[in-house]
């Protein structure tokens, strides 16, 4: 009996240590949820390391699913759009690059519905003019000396290299700020279904990259492939 008393004691002392350090099961995970009311903030670009004015649209419920952008701004001018909610739906997907292709060209909201996602297009606009509109104010309140800056600086226009490809010629103009690439424009392109469908991806992803260096776009290769180097040669004849 004497022997055993030890062994036992010995047995919940080692038992002591699992009790005490037996994870919690119970917790709490937060959730963090876009405002309704669009609020502007000045940061860093998403795309690179210039600096605007980032503003969140309103979230707009629809049939499909809510939808809310985000907006980079420098000074009055639209530089990036990105979708923070989107339905989850095909037609969306394939909706949004023109949406924000058209957005960065007219610099409004007052752009063309995309066929087949007109509820999405409606959402859009609406979360699109809200931030807009949440620019507009902020900069009444508060104006910025770098604005008036960048609205001095004069645009320079230069037309790409007129490229022939299998599909037909691919030329683009590109307007630039500074050094800021500002717009693209298609001068010349194959008339082709997937080139149609292309350009707007193209153009969007020149714009959010500032550079020649984007992504092919699946099914429009050759299209990819001259629109880039015209381009370059753009960018190279800029200086």
């Known amino acids: 009996m004497k022997r ?14 699992i009790w005490r350090y037996e994870p919690s099961l119970g917790g709490s995970t937060s959730t963090t949820e876009a405002a309704s009311t669009p609020s502007a903030s000045s940061s860093s670009s998403g795309s690179g390391s210039s600096t605007g004015t980032v503003v969140k649209g309103t979230t707009v419920t629809t049939e499909k699913g809510p939808v809310q952008v985000q907006v980079t701004f420098e000074g009055d001018r639209i530089t990036a759009v990105k979708m923070l909610r989107q339905p989850n739906h095909p037609q969306t997907t394939a909706a949004v690059p023109k949406l924000i292709a058209e957005t960065l060209e007219a610099q409004s909201a ?11 297009t409606e959402g859009y606009k609406e979360s699109l003019q809200a931030a807009i509109d949440a620019n507009a104010e902020a900069a009444a309140a508060s104006p910025s000396p770098s604005d008036a800056a960048s609205t001095a600086s004069a645009a320079r226009t230069v037309d790409g290299s007129a490229v022939n490809t299998e599909k037909g010629t691919v030329q683009v103009q590109v307007t630039f700020e500074g050094d800021r690439i500002s717009t693209v424009k298609m001068l010349q392109q ?14 969007a992803e020149t714009l959010e990259a500032q550079s020649a260096d984007i992504d ?16 370059q040669a753009a960018i190279d004849a800029k200086g």
């Open 190 to 203: 194959p008339n082709h279904p997937q080139t149609t469908a292309a350009v707007p991806k193209l153009i």
């Open 216 to 231: 092919t776009v699946s099914g429009a290769t050759i299209t990819s492939d001259g629109y880039k180097e015209s381009l």
């Open 110 to 120: 007052d752009i063309d519905t995309v066929s087949g996602a007109t509820i999405t």
């Open 4 to 17: 055993a008393i030890p062994v036992v004691v010995l047995s919940i002392a080692g038992l002591v240590p």
